[in-house]
Structures are given as structure tokens and as C-alpha cells.
């Protein structure tokens, strides 16, 4: 049994994919990038699934790579850092890539990875209180391996806005971005999602991956190369001082040296 998601499948065939780390805001550790990359596996190949809904537990959707599981590559040879690396592109890309709609419903706040799952959601929709944020450069690393599927929801021009900042920013400057289609009240959420699923019930399943395949080959294309340049490109950075100087003060409660007083 899954340790730190869970699923939920009705008798229409929709099913819900929880993010289960509420104490840890849903923050992506080694086990839920595996959890998460055999849920994808298991529900794009049940017959059974019409849809599948993404969500998560508690006061945050997912605030990104978990850090004791980053610290823990600050110690690794480049093998393992490689392998940890491949370990969320992979997850990413099994998200994107399966042959069922897939739907975000983002309870609250998505940081780094976070944003990155919101990105392979085939459309996502987010409470209107949420905050939002690519916070990858203020440790010192950089949103890598999630950088294919972000740059594909938004386009470069305005991924470029708050890619590189770790500007935080509200619902309402997510929707215009891209990354979510609409903002709704906490008490709304539900209804907007069931609003989208409903009409892919009288859909042929086929015809649906079919059309979300053909749709993934004709945007910007994330193929082995794309996956391989991003896993080196995180890889790199962790291996930077600058990774060990950000994700060090983190720990130890105080400014990175590159932080103004």
C-alpha cells in the first residue's frame, strides 16, 4: 500500500490521486516520486479509469522537492545524485504522458515542484486564496527537471517572469500565466472539477488518449534528450556551492549569503 499518496477510484471511473504528506506539505520525497510514478503507470493502464483528478491533503497542494531529500544529495557521488535526479523527471513525465485526462485540483499553495505538477495536469484548477512560486533559485538550485513542462504551459515569455525570481505570486497572476485555469473559492472546488470531469464521461476513452497524445506531440516536444539535458542540469546544480550554501541556511534558520539584511 501506497505510504504517502492515495487513490480513490469511483464507480464513474474517475479517480482521485492524493498527495498524502499534509505535515510535510506534500513536499516530493524519494518514496512519493516512486509512489507517484507507479500511480500513473497503474491508472493509465486500468480500463476502469475514465479520468483522474490530482489533489492533495492539508494547507498546501505540494511545496516541492522534500529538503532532507535534497540535503541528501549534497553528500552523494554524481551516480546517485544522477539517479535521484532521473527519479522526479521521471515521475513528471509518466504524469504527463498518461493516456487519461488528467485534472489538477489544487487545494493550496504549489511551490517548485509543486508548479511543476500543476504543469503536466492536462488543466488545473486552484482555490483563490493560493500562492504560487518557482523558490528553486533562492536555494541556490534551479526548477530543472520540472523547466520542459512549465515552459510548455506558459510559454517562454511568461515563464521568464517568475521563472528565475522565486517571486511568489496569487491565484488570480497563476490563471493569467497558464497554470491554472480558473481560481474559485475553497468552497467552489469541488463543483469546478466535477464541471470538467463530467464531460469526458461521454467520451471514448480511446478517442481521449488518442487526442491527448497527439496534442503532447504537437506542442514543444519532451523527449530522452529534453529529460537527459534537465536531470544534468539539476544534477550540476547540486553539486554548486551555491546549492550547499542555500539549502544549508534553510536548515539552520538564517539568510543565504546572497540575501540582503
Known amino acids: 500500500m501506497p505510504e504517502t ?3 480513490e477510484t469511483d464507480a464513474r471511473g474517475v479517480a482521485t ?3 498524502n504528506r499534509p505535515e510535510k506539505h506534500n513536499a516530493l520525497s524519494a518514496a512519493m516520486l516512486a509512489e507517484l510514478t507507479q500511480a500513473a503507470a497503474d491508472l493509465g493502464a486500468d480500463d476502469a479509469v475514465r479520468v483522474v483528478v490530482l489533489t492533495g491533503v492539508g494547507k498546501s497542494f505540494c511545496a516541492g522537492g522534500d529538503l532532507d531529500w535534497m540535503r541528501a544529495q549534497m553528500q552523494a557521488d554524481a551516480a546517485a545524485r544522477a539517479r535521484e535526479a532521473g ?4 515521475m513528471l513525465q509518466a504524469l504527463n504522458t498518461m493516456p487519461k485526462p488528467l485534472i489538477g485540483a489544487l487545494q493550496g499553495n504549489a511551490f517548485g515542484g509543486g508548479v511543476g505538477m500543476a504543469s503536466v495536469c492536462d488543466m488545473a484548477i486552484g482555490v483563490d486564496h493560493l500562492k504560487m512560486g518557482l523558490t528553486e533559485t533562492r536555494l541556490g538550485i534551479i526548477p530543472a527537471t520540472i523547466g520542459p513542462y512549465v515552459l510548455a504551459r506558459m510559454g517562454e515569455g511568461r515563464a521568464r517572469r517568475v521563472f528565475m525570481s522565486a517571486r511568489l505570486f496569487d491565484a488570480a497572476e497563476a490563471v493569467d500565466l ?4 480558473r481560481a474559485v473559492p475553497a468552497d467552489d472546488l469541488d463543483a469546478a472539477v466535477e464541471a470538467e470531469v463530467v464531460p469526458y464521461l461521454s467520451c471514448a476513452p480511446g478517442a481521449v488518449a488518442a487526442a491527448k497524445a497527439l ?9 530522452e534528450g529534453t529529460i537527459a539535458m534537465t536531470i544534468e542540469a539539476l544534477k550540476s546544480r ?10 544549508g541556511a534553510f536548515f539552520e534558520k538564517r539568510r543565504a549569503v546572497w540575501m540582503p539584511d
Open 178 to 181: 497558464g497554470l491554472l485555469a
Open 5 to 7: 499518496i492515495s487513490i
Open 87 to 90: 527519479k522526479l523527471a521521471y
Open 215 to 223: 496534442a503532447r506531440d504537437l506542442g514543444p516536444r519532451i523527449d
Open 238 to 247: 547540486w553539486e554548486t556551492q551555491e546549492a550547499a550554501e542555500g539549502i
Open 17 to 19: 490521486l492524493t498527495l
